[in-house]
């Protein structure tokens, strides 16, 4: 599978980073920073790990497959993260999170 | 200025990034591969800072504004690169790049 | 200049995004949170920046001095907020931030 | 398991990431690039990977046993390309990936 097969994903992924970025810098933020320690913990993680799913997608890499894998698990574990708390930011991040999990999950 | 207002640069600069990794991949298939070297260079420079450049507009960094003039300048050289060759992909990856330089020059 | 020419560069900068990346972690784990934000964004750019320095360094990138000039920067901002605290983390962050800017900076 | 106890693995895989980084520049600049491709192919794979790795570790991830784990298989096949080439920069890259693939295993 090649570049524009995986487009999709790829940009889900990309999306999935950028808005993991926002998320973590907006959490740090809110008032009550501790509560969110976790939230931006997981989106740190999150979007290191998106950004290489993407880049080995791009490059149409043989190993694409194996890292959406595991960038799906993050991902879900993000979203879920993300879910528990009510601000902007973490809502449109546990969107995110859910669709780039959902385009990753197709991959295998 | 924060996350929002730099969506469009951030696309563009992810775009580009993903292009660029493309092009480089490509141009490795290509049957005179030696025509394709600086192309690739290029590519691979140009993904990095792209890259880059999109993760401080994500973290709302005050430094944004000055990646992305670097990033300008890196997409108008690997742009002009592109353009010299005819595949499919180098012209992909020269709109993408002229696409990113502009959108980074809006930033300044 | 080529790669190993820049080599202790480049080992700087990975050595200063690793401690960033940590002192951040790190700094999520403390009991008061928000007293650590600022330190927290600081790391995350300065992770992103030091990273794609060493990326255009070990390229061999002719933007490697210009990434190096803006890198110094970050480092050395992040250097002093990481100064303000007293865990072992923020001060070994310091130090890296420090002399990773030293380095940037004799690249110009 | 956190940072400093990651510290070797982390070492190893950014400095395969730098070899990796200057064995595709200078790959580029080979007299016969045709015959590089496949090498510098799997040189940038094993950067982004070796990149991603290390970010996950220095974050104490929970998912750095995992990205690890498909980071030893890239580092490996990296190797193995690198091998078939006496380029210094090849013999360089394929000790430092092999050097990587092994503190990778280690962590499973």
Chains 1, 2, 3, 4 share one sequence.
Do not use: P
Request: charged share 25%.
């Amino acid at each position: 599978m090649g570049y524009h097969e995986y487009q999709k994903c790829i940009d889900a992924c990309l999306k999935c980073a950028s808005t993991c970025n926002h998320c973590a810098s907006s959490c740090l933020s809110e008032q009550d920073v501790n509560m969110m320690a976790k939230c931006i913990q997981m989106d740190m993680e999150c979007a290191a790990l998106c950004y290489a799913a993407a880049q080995l997608m791009s490059l149409g890499s043989v190993h694409a497959k194996a890292i959406c894998k595991l960038c799906a698990e993050v991902c879900k574990a993000c979203a879920e993260e993300c879910k528990k708390h009510h601000n902007d930011h973490c809502k449109e991040c546990a969107d995110a999170c859910n669709k780039c999990a959902d385009e990753c999950s197709k991959m295998q």
